[in-house]
């Protein structure tokens, strides 16, 4: 299968990269070349896009980045709807001119945080520009007649914008030797380990079952719970304390509207038998043991004696 990835510079670009340029003739886009496998073309520019997917002729197109950034896209809106929602209506048109299947990924974010637990029918509610701005990119993808619609939830992976993540921010300050973590334990939702997600989207797009699906880890939990197995899966339990903290203690940094639960539930895979996500901790572990092998020996050392 010919299958063209736009946007592919980020956390879940490199992660299809990796489970699908095996198998795959891939062709990976972004404006950000920051490895050998990406070329130069700007979504953004309609263009360019349309220069570039027609060149290649895929037999499929995967429309994948986006500003993720919440406080960025509350401070620069036209930049936030230009990327995540006018580009998408751009890979709507191109796909439907080629007449082949397009792929977008949306986020557990375009809800309210009403529910404890949403799934794949619940009605969206975006509470600010980056969820009003993807939700917008879901409705037009909806209108394409062959689509499919990812949903994922708090990523874990790798690529160059996984320092800005949850998990990597809890990192950065064990390493350097931080012995108690701040985490607010009033938000909810689920992880998505970016492997994992890659794997699942790989084996739908193989199939007819168009539509939109939630693709997140197995399991509940909020952002305590999960600064909790990230210290024992590096073998910091004794010697690094948690502190609980609303989300007001971190209201300057994180300004933006978040709801209080994004957890979603995988119900359509499990409906038809496609549900691949592994449960949230198992995949925390591997997320660990694969991109930063050598982490748990290096805190070791830094909090030897503590």
């Known amino acids: 299968m010919k299958i063209y990835l736009a946007g592919c510079g980020g956390m879940l670009g490199e992660a299809l990269h990796r489970v699908l340029a095996p198998g795959h003739e891939v062709l990976c886009t972004d404006i950000d070349l920051n490895v050998d496998w990406l070329q130069l073309c700007d979504f953004r520019d309609f263009a360019a896009y349309e220069r570039s997917v027609s060149a290649f002729g895929p037999d499929i197109l995967m429309h994948i980045g986006a500003h993720t950034d919440l406080e960025y896209c509350e401070t620069n809106p036209d930049d936030a709807y230009r990327t995540n929602t006018l580009s998408v209506e751009h890979a709507c048109t191109l796909a439907r001119a080629h007449g082949v ?11 309210d945080g009403g529910k404890l637990l949403y799934d794949d029918w619940d009605a969206p509610n975006p509470l600010g520009v980056y969820a009003r701005s993807k939700h917008l990119g879901e409705l037009a993808v909806q209108r394409v007649p062959d689509h499919f619609i990812f949903r994922a939830g708090w990523m874990m992976g790798g690529g160059p914008a996984k320092d ?19 985490i607010v334990d009033d938000r909810l939702g689920t992880p998505t380990y970016t492997v994992d997600f890659a794997r699942n989207l790989a084996a739908m797009v193989e199939t007819r079952y168009y539509g939109l699906y939630n693709m997140v880890c197995g399991g509940e939990t909020g ?12 073998g910091l339990k004794e010697v690094v304390a948690i502190e609980r903290v609303s989300s ?59």
């Open 101 to 111: 299947p397009l792929v977008y990924i949306s986020t557990a974010g375009i809800f």
């Open 164 to 182: 800005k993540k949850f998990i990597n921010k809890l990192m950065k300050q064990l390493l350097a030797g931080s012995r108690t973590l701040r």
């Open 223 to 234: 952002r305590l719970e999960v600064a909790e197995a990230l210290i024992e899966v590096l």
């Open 248 to 306: 007001d203690h971190f209201a300057s940094e994180y300004f933006a509207p978040r709801p209080p639960s994004e957890r979603l539930t995988n119900y359509r895979l499990r409906l038809r038998d496609m549900d691949m996500m592994r449960d949230w901790r198992m995949a925390l572990a591997d997320y660990i043991a694969d991109y930063f092998p050598d982490y748990p020996e290096r805190l070791a050392k830094i909090y030897a004696g503590a």
